[in-house]
């Protein structure tokens, strides 16, 4: 975080880090961001102004995935496939379901090989509308780098299902950021990869929580599956191309 802030990111100034007296719990302090969650936000504004705030994120996210990581990592399709495997064993074993589960898990099969020579660097490891603050005068700051990790810049992206339901014009603006204009359609193939991905662990992990999330986790695995044509189409049907407002920068 602090090599991000001198790099002039708007995030939260780290102040100091440290344990807890006599207790094994760290302590981070750090500057406030003055703003309101963006999720609330970006529903009052304009859609011109969502998709210019949705342009910024996507800026940020690429400057914040321009930190390398350790060259020890292991590779990418390793590490992920190990995960995905884990994933779907822990929402086979749990006693909910989604319909038309098996969509998702035919794509995951089937599309495996395109984690092979991805790269990997730093990660927010929660980006989305939930940890983005807007300021009075329309400033976008990210916060809660808690769940900070290293993998695949594209994986960054299996939370923007958030941001989507919020938004559509920011989602779609997170992605032409990100990219400088449209993204490849191998990047739209691995996005419908991870947030499968994603879905499946989400379930089991709703499950020690209550009923509410379970019906939230249910609700979003139908969502992906009716932006994606139950796994049909890479594309989400949320996004639009090419971008709706030209000259945003």
């Not at 800026?59 to 914040?64: G, H, S, T």
């Not at 990660?123 to 808690?146: A, C, K, P, R, W």
Request: glycine share 6%; aromatic share 12%.
């Amino acid at each position: 975080m602090t090599k991000l802030y001198e790099l002039g990111m708007p995030i939260p100034q780290p102040i100091s880090l440290g344990l807890c007296e006599n207790t094994q719990q760290v302590l981070m302090v750090l500057a406030w961001r003055e703003g309101e969650d963006a999720e609330g936000v970006l529903p009052t504004l304009s859609l011109q102004e969502q998709y210019k705030l949705g342009v910024w994120s996507g800026q940020i996210l690429k400057d914040i995935h321009s930190l390398p990581t350790s060259n020890t990592l292991e590779d990418w399709h390793l590490r992920f496939n190990r995960k995905l495997d884990r994933n779907i064993k822990r929402y086979l074993d749990c006693k909910v379901s989604f319909p038309k589960d098996d969509k998702m898990l035919s794509y995951l099969k089937d599309n495996r090989h395109r984690l092979n020579h991805r790269p990997q660097c730093f990660q927010h490891g929660d980006y989305h509308t939930g940890n983005m603050v807007i300021s009075e005068n329309g400033n976008l700051s990210i916060i809660d780098f808690n769940r900070w990790d290293a993998g695949d810049p594209w994986e960054e992206f299996n939370r923007i299902v958030w941001s989507a339901k919020v938004s559509p014009e920011f989602a779609t603006g997170q992605l032409h950021g990100y990219f400088g204009g449209v993204p490849p359609l191998d990047f739209f193939y691995l996005l419908a990869f991870y947030m499968a991905s994603n879905t499946l662990s989400a379930i089991p992990w709703a499950l020690s929580f209550s009923e509410n999330e379970i019906r939230v986790m249910i609700s979003q695995s139908q969502d992906i599956l009716n932006w994606f044509e139950d796994m049909k189409n890479p594309v989400p049907s949320w996004y639009f191309d090419p971008p709706l407002y030209t000259g945003v920068k």
